[in-house]
């Protein structure tokens, strides 16, 4: 640790203001040893006698731990304090003991030192974190590059000691907030909540472990404050402070921070960090104009003062009068709208380190700017060219240096929000445009196409990073995508959500999939009944049958009439629409489809292939629904030998088909032969698609099923209450599967002679499947019959 950070580490754990923090460092620094109070004074902008007066208060602070400071006269108590601090420096004998490590993951800052013009609103920051629940920074007139980030940032980190509970920093623009939470808590406390849990619960079990103490939440660069941070807030408790960065402004319902450009003086002594000081003194009326050209914008000032380092040689005469003529070619774009004078000031100053990059450098950055504005994953070491790799580690070193790029860790970087504007800008004038946007496009749909239509967990951990990117190619530059690319970014988005479970993030993407797609394709195309059937079995799922059938039934039409009935395409047309009618009852019309799907595979794929497996499987389905048992055993057990066969024991289509010979088993009283199966079954989808998957709570209620038939309630019981929490969560309350819990459990609850909570969940049970499955689905007279029994036993 540095002399400078030692110090600032001191100022922190004594608790001194920002004022006397600033003091206290500036009259300790080695090179100050020497100098008098009213020079050092002079170089704090302040009065001597206001830094007597601030290291009085110093003093007395630190007397607290060292007494003998108490008794000592001022001349002597400089000395005296430098003395001490030098030994604990050292590691002497008088040092303090270790400080208890306190968690957090705050981003990298500036040295405190150079942190300046500020010190007001740190001050104000902290007082209002005191006393209020939540602080916005907003920018005056909805500037960027006024320092939000930072000013929070310092604030962190002057200020760790008072949060013992930990610092907690969470992107707003990176991937789900409560995501990241829940990540923190896990790496820090290690703490973690159930994977069946709901999001919101899994959150509140964190915040009610939480690390003792009072914890600062900050959530840096939101865009919307009720989608943000909203969900993800802690309870209502004092120990929890909340800062938000935001460019946009609330309403008063929020105590807010206005944070504008720095004042003059402050802008000087800004730059004066940064470039040599006998620089500026031969030019001091040019630097205080330099300062109001850039608008006093504490990032224009930054990147003009390390360019300004790295020219020794170049008079600020000849900087200002460049940067003139630049502003000058922007003219007509910075009249556009006068709140935002200053950015393009901002873009100019960009500019003159983008002149400092060569050409390579210049192109990597413009890629980079078409990520979204999250983390980016850059791996350098999977360029297979050795000189293409040395050019790209060359132009990442160069954008790094002069700090267009923001390294976040091993292969993972970051671009500020202007940055990026400013490299999409020089991008755009290139004639090369195109061609970079085009390729650009091209990568992320080969990332999108890895994401399968059931993604396990690893998948999920590996690709999440890649999200906000794709989904970027899709909201912003699906106009480059090839018309055979068009559809995969979107059904990869699709498809991660789904897999897990979330259909509502799923749904967007899956229809503007359709769309998008009929808008570039024409509605005779082969994507279009893809689009359609990906879109028909999101709907199946979440139980909207009435709105699946058409689109299956469009996908089909269209199939048959671009590809033939003789294509693979169609039997997965074919198939689809018969599993819709298995699941709306309609059987009769759902057998002829299967056989026939289960015919074509067999024909055009031969007998060895996993989609002859699924028409086997799917086909054995109907026959035990309409209790063919016989000829519903022999399928099972033909499609898990396939499966086995094609994919191995460990995939979730293995567990499907367990499952599914299972439930024969039980439909046909062989219990002891069903509950291995069940148990193999659970314990293959949690450790492949995690606890929080509609799969797994379907296994629970199959498991739980069982236990009731062997009269084991007592292990039913809680199995059913698990399925059911998940499967109202995963798939919400109206869901036919949520009615087949219900109906389980009320079942559980008539044969332990718990009437009085069975009645209800009958009801409900009824309820939801004639409201989706309608009265004469073979469920709903299922239901309604379990009920009637119900009845007369419970009520004669």
């Not at 980190?157 to 789900?176: E, F, M, P, R, T």
């Not at 018309?483 to 993030?505: A, N, S, V």
């Amino acid at each position: 640790m540095q002399w400078a950070e030692f110090l600032a580490t001191e100022a922190v754990t004594h608790g001194l203001s920002p004022e006397q923090t600033a003091a206290f460092v500036e009259r300790l620094k080695t090179v100050n040893s020497g100098k008098s109070e009213a020079k050092v004074a002079s170089e704090l902008n302040i009065g001597a006698a206001a830094l007597k007066k601030r290291m009085t208060e110093v003093y007395d602070k630190f007397a607290q731990s060292y007494p003998e400071l108490a008794n000592s006269e001022s001349r002597g108590k400089l000395e005296k304090l430098r003395a001490c601090l030098t030994v604990k420096y050292n590691g002497g004998q008088d040092a303090h003991p270790t400080i208890k490590e306190i968690h957090q993951n705050i981003p990298p800052a500036v040295p405190f030192e150079k942190f300046v013009g500020r010190e007001a609103e740190l001050e104000k920051l902290h007082q209002q974190l005191q006393t209020s629940r939540q602080v916005a920074i907003v920018a005056v007139a909805g500037m960027g590059g006024v320092g939000k980030t930072e000013l929070a940032t310092q604030y962190a980190k002057q200020h760790l000691q008072n949060y013992q509970g930990g610092v907690c920093w969470l992107s707003a623009q990176g991937i789900d907030v409560g995501i990241q939470i829940l990540r923190f808590a896990e790496l820090k406390f290690k703490l973690i909540a159930p994977d069946d849990w709901e999001l919101a619960d899994r959150l509140r079990y964190c915040w009610q472990n939480w690390e003792k103490g009072e914890v600062l939440l900050v959530f840096d660069d939101l865009t919307d404050y009720k989608k943000q941070v909203q969900p993800y807030l802690p309870p209502e408790s004092p120990r929890f402070k909340v800062l938000l960065t935001t460019r946009q402004e609330f309403d008063r319902t929020l105590p807010q921070l206005p944070l504008g450009v720095l004042k003059p003086l402050a802008a000087m002594k800004l730059l004066k960090s940064l470039v040599d000081r006998e620089r500026l003194k031969s030019e001091p009326w040019v630097a205080r104009k330099i300062c109001k050209f850039l608008g006093y914008l504490p990032l224009a000032l930054e990147l003009v003062g390390r360019y300004l380092d790295t020219m020794p040689d170049l008079s600020l005469e000849t900087l200002l009068k460049r940067i003139e003529k630049k502003r000058l070619e922007h003219k007509a774009v910075a009249k556009a709208n006068p709140l935002m004078r200053y950015e393009y000031g901002v873009a100019e100053a960009f500019a003159l380190s983008w002149e400092q990059l060569d050409e390579k450098a210049q192109g990597v950055g413009c890629w980079l700017s078409l990520f979204a504005l999250a983390d980016i994953p850059l791996s350098v070491e999977a360029i297979e060219d050795d000189e293409e790799q040395e050019l790209w580690e060359k132009a990442i070193a160069q954008l790094r240096k002069l700090h267009l790029i923001q390294w976040q860790s091993k292969g993972i970087y970051r671009l500020h929000p202007l940055i990026r504007q400013f490299f999409q800008m020089k991008l755009d004038k290139s004639t090369e445009a195109d061609e970079v946007k085009t390729a650009f496009a091209a990568h992320m749909v080969k990332v999108a196409k890895q994401i399968p239509q059931q993604p396990n967990c690893e998948d999920i951990f590996n690709l999440t990073s890649a999200i906000p990117h794709i989904a970027e190619v899709a909201t912003h530059l699906s106009q480059y995508l090839s018309d055979e690319d068009l559809i995969w970014p979107f059904t990869g988005l699709g498809w991660f959500y789904q897999g897990q479970g979330l259909y509502q993030q799923a749904k967007p993407w899956l229809r503007q999939c359709v769309k998008i797609a009929e808008n570039r394709l024409g509605l005779e195309h082969p994507d279009i009944a893809t689009s359609l059937n990906n879109l028909a079995a999101l709907y199946k799922y979440t139980g909207r049958y009435s709105e699946a059938e058409p689109l299956y039934q469009q996908a089909l039409e269209l199939t048959k009439r671009l590809l033939g009935n003789n294509h693979p395409i169609f039997a997965t047309s074919l198939n689809n629409l018969a599993e819709l009618y298995r699941y709306t009852g309609r059987y009769s019309e759902a057998e002829p489809l299967y056989q026939q799907a289960l015919k074509l595979r067999q024909r055009l794929l031969g007998d060895n292939h996993p989609d002859v497996a699924n028409s086997l499987s799917n086909l054995a389905l109907l026959y035990d629904f309409t209790k063919r048992y016989s000829e519903a055993e022999l399928l099972f057990q033909q499609a898990l030998e396939l499966k086995k066969h094609l994919l191995g024991d460990n995939h979730p289509d293995i567990a499907i088909n367990l499952n599914n010979l299972a439930a024969l088993y039980k439909s046909t009283g062989r219990y002891s032969e069903a509950e291995p199966l069940f148990e193999q079954a659970l314990e293959l989808r949690q450790r492949l698609l995690g606890d929080n998957h509609p799969d797994v709570a379907s296994s629970l209620n199959n498991l739980a099923s069982l236990y009731c038939s062997t009269r084991h309630f007592n292990e039913g019981e809680p199995l059913f209450m698990q399925a059911l929490e998940l499967q109202k969560r995963l798939l919400g309350d109206n869901h036919p599967d949520v009615a087949t819990t219900l109906n389980n459990l009320a079942g559980l609850y008539c044969s332990t002679g718990r009437f009085n909570e069975g009645e209800p969940l009958f009801q409900q049970a009824l309820a939801i499947c004639e409201r989706t499955l309608g009265v004469g689905h073979p469920d709903t007279i299922m239901v309604r019959g379990n009920y009637a029994r119900f009845l007369r036993e419970a009520y004669r």
